[in-house]
């Protein structure tokens, strides 16, 4: 029997009505599983064929003896982060991008739009990517703060792209086995129907 094998795929094919990444401000609260109905989704738009690059990182440094063989691997710390294209400028685009102060929306009839970029961080959001596991639906979810809003061309030939780039933190929704709060959480989903 061969081993089942996960690939990077969305779960589904992106609509009007479905997605598959999203961002949800950080007072919300985040999904704990793979198939839960996500609260108040604001949608990240399509991800380009790259997909999605999840780096973790541990810091280390070997120290050695006199005879300068390495004894000991010292942890000086681990990092995260998420880095997908997104195509597209919706205000809930720009809001993850450039953080929700910096779009001013006119609620008159007219629902006119704007995006100034001050230069201020965004706050943190979760961000969630709606997989497809080994034998169901998978989540990815992290709590993020766009490292970078990054660089943007408004050209004929080509639409309208960002690279999201985002950092992650360590955050408590995200268990290990001892109780330590982690940077991400993938969740697997065994095989049931959403």
Known sequence: MASPILIG???GTKTDSVGYAFWLPITAT???DATSALVTPNDVGFVGSDGVTLTSQLDTEMWKDWNLDDVIQINKGASASIKCPIAGFTPAQAKLLYGADSVVEDA???KT??????GELPPHIYL???LRGLAGHARLVAEAQVANPGEVAFKKDSPVTHQLE??????PAFKDKNDKPAYWGLFMDAGGTA
Request: hydrophobic share 45%.
């Open 166 to 171: 985002a950092n992650l933190f360590k955050n």
């Open 128 to 130: 969630t990517f709606e």
């Open 108 to 110: 008159s009839p007219a």
């Open 30 to 32: 985040p999904p704990a």
């Open 113 to 118: 739009w704007r995006v100034v970029f001050t």
């Open 9 to 11: 795929a969305p779960q």
